[in-house]
C-alpha cells in the first residue's frame, strides 16, 4: 500500500463529487485529502490522495473512467509531481508581544501575515504537505483555529 | 413548438420507439399519467407493484434487446423500483426508469412522498439524472437510452418534478447529444494478432461464453469460431443460449452448478477464450484453481473486467461480435486443422460418460424429469424465464436452450421474485412466443399479485411452481453444510396455488405424476390464459452436483 493520487477531470454539476467518493466508500477506502478547482475550461479537475495497492488503483481508474461526468483520470506520480498544501492560521488573543514573536516565526517559516487585528493574528503557510505539518505543531501554543487544505499535485511531465 | 414537460416525455419516448411501458401512476407523476390518457401508440401496463415494473422492463429487454421502460411516482413508487433496477444493472440489461418527484421547490424539505432518489439511484445505475429545467428534458431522454444500451447495457434513472411535467419549453425532438463514452468497439489489430498467435498454439481450447456474446449479438460468430478450431464452449448463467446447446460442442453451464464435463473441461483445457463474461464467483469457484492449465484471453466491451477477476495472458477490449469476427478471418488461414482432434474426442467422452440423468419416474416428482418435458412441449422458440434459487438452477443444468435470448434469469443480484414480472415483461415484447416461468413456491410467492395484471391485461404467462414447501437454494446449504438444520426454510403446507390462480381468475391445475406434465402444460398453454401449475416435487431434492462456494470447479458434490 502507498500514496495513490488521482486527478480528475469532470463536469462541474452536482453530485460529481458524490459519483467519485462512492467508488471508494464502496471499498472501504479512506480519501486522505481532497481539492476541487475549476479549469479555465470550466470543466472541474478533482485532486484525490488515498492508500491503495497497484490492482485496486487501476481498478478504480477504470471503474471512474467510466462514469458519465467523468472526462479522465490521471494517476499522479507524487516522485514527478509539484505538490503544495496551504495552511490558514488564526491566533488566539496574543498580547503585544507574542504578537511580536508570532509574526517573526511565522515569516521565518515562509508563510505570510494576512492581517492583525486586535491582538488576532491571521496567516497563511504553504508547501509540502510535511513542511506545513511541521509548522503548524511548533506554533501550536499561539493558535486558536487552523484551516488546512487538501494536498495540491500538479504532474511536471 | 412549445410543449409541456408531460408532452415532451412521451414525444421523446415515442421518438426512441418505446411502445410498451410498465408502471403504476400516482401524485408526483400524475400530469405525465394526464397526457398518457390521450397517448394510442404506447401501450401502458400497469402492475400491482412497482418491482415488478422494473422486473418487467428488464425481461422485456433481455428478450427483445430493446430497452424496457418503467415509470413510477415519487417516494414508495420510485423505491420500490430499487431491487429491479440494480437487478438489471448487474446483468447489464437495458433499463430506462422514469419516477415522479416532488416539485423543485420542495426538493430537500421533506415533503410528501419525497426520497432523495438522485442519491438512491446513483451507485445501481450506469447513470441517473434529475430534470431541474423543461428545456433539458429531451437532451436527458435521449441520453438516458443512449447511455442505457451503449457499450455494456445497463439501466439508467430519470427523476422528473412534478411541475417540470406541467411547465412548458420550445424544444426539438429528438434532441441531438453526444455520447464520447463507450464509443470503442473494434479491437487494435495487434491485439487479434496477440489473439490468434495464443490460440494456433493451443491444443486444448475452450470457450468461455458470458452474456455479453448475447447482448452483442454474436451467436453466430460464437459457433463459427468454435467450429472452426474445434473448441468446445461453456457458458455462464447469462451465457445460456449463445450456442444452442444441443451443438456437439456445447458443454453447458460451468461453475457452481454447472455440468460437470463443463467444469472438467474448464480444469483440463490448455487455453481459455472467455467472452463478455466477468468471472463471476459462481463461474470460477476458488479462482486459484480456475482453468489451471490454460493461458486466458479475456474479450469484453467494458475494460473495468479486463484484469477484475483473473489475470489473463492478454485482454482485448471490444464488442464480442467485432472480436470474434477478427479472430474468425485471422484464423481461418493460420488454424492447422485436425489440431484439436484428440481434445474433440476427449470432450465427447466427457459428455457422454458424465450426462446428467433425467429420466426419473419418481412420485413425487423428480425436478429433473419436469424440466426434461417442459423441454420437450417448448421446442426450441419456447422462451423459459427463471426464478432464483432451486428451480433456477434446475433449469440452468438440464433445460436446453437452443437461442439466445430464449433464457432468462436472475444472474448477478439473484432475485427472488425476478421470474413472475420478468416474464411477463417478456411475454409483452415476444406475444408470439410461448413463455414459461419456472419457479419456486418462494420465489413466486414474492410476487404473485401480478397474477391480476395477468389476467386483466391478457398476458398469458404459464408459471411452472416447483413447489416444496421449503426456500430450496437455502435448505440445500443447511442439509449439505449445516448439519441438516433446517432454519426458518420450511414454509408451510400454505397456499393452495391452483386455488390462488383461480381466485385471480388464471387457469391453475396439479401436477403430481410423470405421466401429466406434458399434457398438463400443454393444456394450460392452449387456454390462452395467464396459468399456475401447481407441481408438487420432491422436498428432499438437491441441485447436484455442485461446487461448494469458494471450492474447486473440479472437486464436485455429487
Given at each position: ?157 | ?198 490460440i494456433?498454439?493451443s491444443e486444448r481450447p475452450i470457450i ?18 468454435a467450429?472452426?478450431i474445434g473448441a468446445p ?36 483445457c490448455d487455453l481459455l477464450l ?20 490454460a ?44 489440431r484439436t482432434?484428440?481434445w ?215
Amino acid at each position: 500500500m502507498k500514496t495513490r493520487i488521482f486527478s480528475i477531470l469532470c463536469e462541474n454539476v452536482p453530485g460529481v463529487m458524490m459519483r467519485v467518493s462512492r467508488c471508494f466508500t464502496r471499498r472501504q477506502i479512506n480519501l486522505d485529502s481532497v481539492t476541487v478547482g475549476i479549469e479555465p475550461s470550466g470543466l472541474a479537475r478533482i485532486i484525490l490522495s488515498f492508500q491503495a495497492d497497484d490492482h485496486t488503483t487501476e481498478h478504480l481508474r477504470k471503474v471512474l473512467e467510466r462514469l458519465i461526468p467523468i472526462v479522465n483520470v490521471e494517476i499522479i506520480d507524487p516522485e514527478k509531481a509539484a505538490v503544495r498544501e496551504i495552511a490558514l492560521l488564526k491566533s488566539r488573543r496574543l498580547d503585544d508581544r507574542e504578537v511580536m514573536e508570532f509574526v517573526q516565526k511565522v515569516e521565518e517559516k515562509g508563510g505570510r501575515i494576512l492581517e492583525v487585528r486586535d491582538g488576532i493574528v491571521i496567516a497563511e503557510l504553504s508547501g509540502e504537505h510535511s513542511k506545513v505539518e511541521e509548522a503548524v505543531k511548533e506554533l501550536s501554543p499561539y493558535l486558536k483555529e487552523v484551516a488546512r487544505s487538501g494536498q495540491v499535485y500538479l504532474s511536471k511531465e | 413548438m412549445e410543449l409541456t414537460g408531460s408532452e415532451i416525455l412521451w414525444k421523446s419516448l415515442k421518438a426512441e420507439g418505446v411502445k410498451d411501458i410498465f408502471g403504476i401512476p400516482g401524485g408526483a407523476i400524475i400530469h405525465a399519467y394526464d397526457r398518457l390518457y390521450s397517448e394510442s401508440e404506447i401501450r401502458h401496463i400497469l402492475v400491482r407493484h412497482e418491482q415488478a415494473a422494473a422486473h418487467a422492463a428488464d425481461g422485456y429487454a433481455r428478450v427483445s434487446g430493446r430497452p424496457g421502460v418503467c415509470i413510477t411516482t415519487s417516494g414508495p413508487g420510485a423505491t420500490n423500483l430499487v431491487t429491479g433496477i440494480l437487478n438489471a444493472y448487474m446483468d447489464s440489461s437495458p433499463v430506462v426508469a422514469i419516477s415522479g418527484q416532488v416539485s423543485t421547490s420542495l426538493l430537500g424539505m421533506d415533503a410528501f412522498q419525497e426520497a432523495d432518489m438522485l442519491s438512491i439511484m446513483l451507485p445501481i445505475t450506469k447513470h441517473n439524472f434529475i430534470v431541474q429545467r423543461v428545456q433539458d428534458l429531451p437532451k436527458i431522454v435521449r441520453l438516458a437510452f443512449l447511455i442505457s444500451t451503449s457499450g455494456r447495457p445497463g439501466p439508467v434513472h430519470i427523476d422528473l418534478p412534478r411541475d417540470i411535467q406541467s411547465a412548458k419549453a420550445e424544444v426539438e425532438i429528438p434532441a441531438k447529444v453526444e455520447l464520447n463514452k463507450y464509443i470503442r468497439l473494434d479491437p487494435k489489430p495487434y491485439e487479434i494478432l496477440q489473439a490468434v498467435n495464443l490460440i494456433v498454439k493451443s491444443e486444448r481450447p475452450i470457450i468461455m461464453a458470458g452474456g455479453g456474446v448475447i447482448l452483442s449479438g454474436a451467436s453466430a460468430e460464437l459457433v463459427e469460431l468454435a467450429e472452426l478450431i474445434g473448441a468446445p464452449v461453456v457458458t455462464t448463467l447469462l451465457g445460456k443460449g449463445s450456442i444452442p446447446e444441443d451443438h456437439p460442442l456445447s458443454l453447458g453451464m460451468l461453475g457452481m452448478h454447472g455440468r460437470m464435463a463443463a467444469n472438467l473441461a474448464v480444469s483440463e483445457c490448455d487455453l481459455l477464450l472467455a467472452v463478455g463474461t466477468r468471472f463471476s464467483d459462481r463461474s470460477t469457484g476458488d479462482v486459484r484453481y480456475f482453468a489451471p492449465k490454460a493461458r486466458i484471453i479475456h474479450i469484453d466491451i467494458d475494460p473495468v473486467e479486463l484484469g477484475k477477476i483473473v489475470k489473463p495472458e492478454l485482454t482485448i477490449r471490444g464488442d464480442a461480435k467485432r472480436v470474434l469476427r477478427a479472430l474468425i478471418d485471422a484464423l481461418s488461414s493460420r488454424w492447422q486443422r485436425g489440431r484439436t482432434e484428440e481434445w474433440g474426442k476427449r470432450i465427447q467422452q466427457m459428455k457422454r460418460e458424465l450426462a446428467p440423468r433425467m429420466d426419473y419416474d419418481n412420485i413425487p416428482l423428480k425436478p429433473q424429469r419436469v424440466i426434461k418435458e417442459i423441454g420437450e412441449v417448448l421446442g426450441s422458440d419456447g422462451i423459459v424465464v427463471t426464478e432464483v434459487g432451486q428451480c433456477e438452477m434446475w433449469a440452468a443444468h438440464f433445460y436446453c436452450v437452443r437461442k439466445p435470448r430464449h433464457f432468462v434469469a436472475s444472474g448477478g443480484l439473484g432475485t427472488m421474485g425476478f421470474g413472475f414480472p420478468a416474464s411477463m415483461g417478456a411475454k409483452v415484447a415476444k406475444p408470439d412466443h410461448v413463455v414459461v416461468n419456472i419457479a419456486g413456491d418462494g420465489s413466486f410467492l414474492m410476487n404473485s399479485q401480478e397474477l391480476a395484471t395477468c389476467v386483466v391485461n391478457n398476458i398469458a404467462v404459464v408459471n411452472c411452481i416447483f413447489n416444496n414447501r421449503y426456500l430450496g437454494m437455502v435448505k440445500q446449504w443447511q442439509d449439505l453444510f449445516f448439519g441438516k438444520r433446517r432454519s426458518h426454510t420450511y414454509l408451510g403446507e400454505s397456499p393452495d396455488f391452483v386455488k390462488l390462480a383461480e381466485a385471480y381468475g388464471a387457469w391453475g391445475d396439479r401436477i403430481e405424476r410423470p405421466g401429466e406434465i406434458k399434457e398438463k402444460l400443454k393444456l394450460a398453454i392452449e387456454s390462452g390464459k395467464p396459468a399456475v401449475l401447481d407441481i408438487i416435487i420432491d422436498p428432499d431434492e438437491h441441485v447436484l452436483p455442485m461446487v461448494p462456494a469458494g471450492g474447486r470447479l473440479d472437486q464436485m458434490l455429487t
